[in-house]
């Protein structure tokens, strides 16, 4: 692989453009906590009221857990599990991981026991930063054979980050063009990989970020996506810390509380999935939500009918970009951009990303990258691909170094991308991937299962849910939904790949060649929840 970050003269170009930057989000956090000392950088809801961290709390709080790692012996670029909630100590961790000199590996807090070993084995983890009380239980309850550095109450700011012992020079911080982040993306087969993210590639989606949404630094920002994620890293962990805003994040997402908080803190600039402002647009009930400005969203297809309500009923304008956890963006829109075009496609193309397009059946790539086809990139916003997986680095980069996206799209002559298809078999609940392959196997670990397909079922709300169409075993010949959730809770898998709907048939119909036709249940499912009364066991 040739990706950027590999490569001298683009990352001296790259600088030269003001896309990078020398600068680490630790030095701005240090340069913040001496000019805003008592300013929030985080706030949160937590268990008695509202929390929040202030900048030179922050700043504290990063040395000390950053001193803890540094007394376990970590030798420079060792990996670290962080399993913490979304707050101020999640960002706190990554932080301190970045000063310690080693690779932070972020945990969804909603994984689930199988999910959390695998990123352990995969990455190689060395450590972990956990919270005293997981949903998997306590640290010690958590089968993590690695020293660990445990924050108790994640509502008190002050006393995490009080008394932080000064960080030694023994080992070199990570910068901002080497491996500083491992996170997970579900792929279309198996248990996450991880993706190699560097501080760079990130900064420039926030300078791209900033010009689309023309941000303020007046601005009061709000992050209601998972900070392990790729655009939750942005909009949580980057673009607040840069521009010195104060983010408002959430533990757990509730549709309500995000409404009370908009109207509390005066949010302006709120990042969310599409199905979370969807939710939200359901639960706001009487509270204004006037002050929103800008909506930045993505990770999964838009409603353009529920985008328009959503600027109807708060005043803002909503954005959206298109790319993945691996590639950064390859088009977004901008808020200037003319409403049909704003919400109905995925924006312009970044010229900067050098957007391609290749016939989905030849490879061939298309005359002047116009047309339908499969898009790949090569830019700024680029990760530096999958962390010890060769094979998926070979289906993710060509060797000239384009990065290849999973979708079918078309791209008309003015550079306007919309998505049509997929080429990889993925269910996008709530903007998360999940691979269905995955949940075949494990729902057909159920005994009473003799093959299993798993499908994406259209959701109003969390834009596709899980669908599985199973044939059973000969003996016995029942299963009920509740019994294969239990099933799957017991085996540790996580709840977002828990089936929703489930559907018995006595054969699963096959194509020509034999296998499942996917294709047809996709569009039985779709039949099946459009037809009052009908639904999975």
Request: with cysteine; glycine share 10%; net charge negative.
């Amino acid at each position: 692989m040739d990706l950027p970050a590999h490569r001298p003269d683009l990352v001296a170009r790259y600088t030269a453009a003001g896309w990078w930057s020398p600068e680490t989000v630790s030095e701005r956090v240090r340069a913040w906590a001496s000019e805003r000392a008592v300013e929030p950088a985080y706030r949160w809801p937590g268990d008695e009221g509202w929390c929040q961290l202030s900048w030179s709390g922050y700043d504290a709080a990063a040395d000390r857990i950053a001193g803890a790692l540094a007394d376990l012996g970590l030798l420079r670029g060792a990996r670290v599990l962080v399993f913490l909630p979304d707050g101020g100590a999640v960002h706190a961790a990554f932080l301190a991981c970045e000063r310690a000199g080693v690779v932070a590996v972020g945990v969804g807090w909603r994984a689930g026991r199988q999910e959390l070993h695998h990123l352990l084995e995969r990455s190689g983890a060395s450590a972990a930063v956990a919270a005293l009380a997981t949903p998997l239980g306590a640290p010690d309850e958590l089968d993590l054979p690695v020293a660990r550095v445990v924050l108790d109450d994640l509502d008190d700011a002050d006393g995490w980050a009080a008394g932080a012992p000064p960080v030694g020079p023994t080992i070199e911080p990570i910068g901002v063009d080497e491996l500083w982040l491992l996170n997970s993306t579900s792929g279309t087969t198996g248990l996450p990989k991880c993706v190699m993210q560097t501080q760079n590639r990130w900064r420039y989606f926030h300078h791209k970020a900033v010009e689309f949404g023309e941000l303020d630094p007046a601005d009061s920002w709000m992050s209601v996506v998972p900070a392990p994620f790729g655009f939750g890293l942005w909009t949580a962990h980057v673009t607040p810390t840069l521009l010195g805003l104060p983010c408002v994040v959430m533990p757990r997402f509730d549709a309500a509380a995000v409404a009370e908080a908009i109207e509390r803190w005066r949010v302006t600039v709120l990042c969310s999935v599409s199905s979370q402002f969807a939710m939200l647009l359901d639960a706001a009930g009487d509270r204004d939500l006037s002050s929103l400005r800008v909506l930045f969203t993505g990770g999964e297809a838009i409603s353009s009918a529920r985008a328009r309500a959503f600027e109807q009923r708060c005043g803002c304008t909503v954005l959206n970009f298109y790319g993945s956890n691996e590639t950064g963006l390859l088009s977004g829109t901008r808020v200037d951009d003319p409403v049909e075009r704003r919400l109905t496609t995925g924006g312009r193309v970044v010229p900067e990303m050098q957007v391609r397009l290749f016939d989905a059946d030849t490879g061939a790539r298309l005359v002047g990258d116009v047309g339908r086809g499969v898009p790949a990139c090569c830019g700024p916003a680029t990760a530096l691909g999958y962390w010890d997986d060769d094979e998926a680095n070979a289906e993710l980069v060509d060797s000239d170094g384009w990065m290849r996206m999973g979708d079918v799209v078309t791209i008309d002559p003015d550079g306007w991308l919309r998505v049509v298809g997929r080429t990889s078999d993925i269910i996008i609940r709530g903007g998360k991937n999940i691979s269905a392959a995955r949940v075949e196997d494990e729902v057909a670990s159920h005994e009473a299962v003799a093959l299993a397909a798993a499908v994406a079922v259209p959701d109003p709300r969390l834009g596709e849910r899980v669908g599985v169409f199973v044939e059973l075993a000969a003996d016995p010949t029942v299963l009920g939904l509740a019994e294969l959730r239990e099933h799957l809770g017991g085996r540790g898998v996580s709840r977002e790949w828990w089936p929703e709907h489930l559907w018995v048939l006595d054969e699963l119909p096959r194509s020509s060649g034999g296998k499942v036709a996917k294709g047809e249940l996709r569009d039985r499912a779709a039949r099946l929840v459009a037809e009052p009364g009908v639904d999975g066991v």
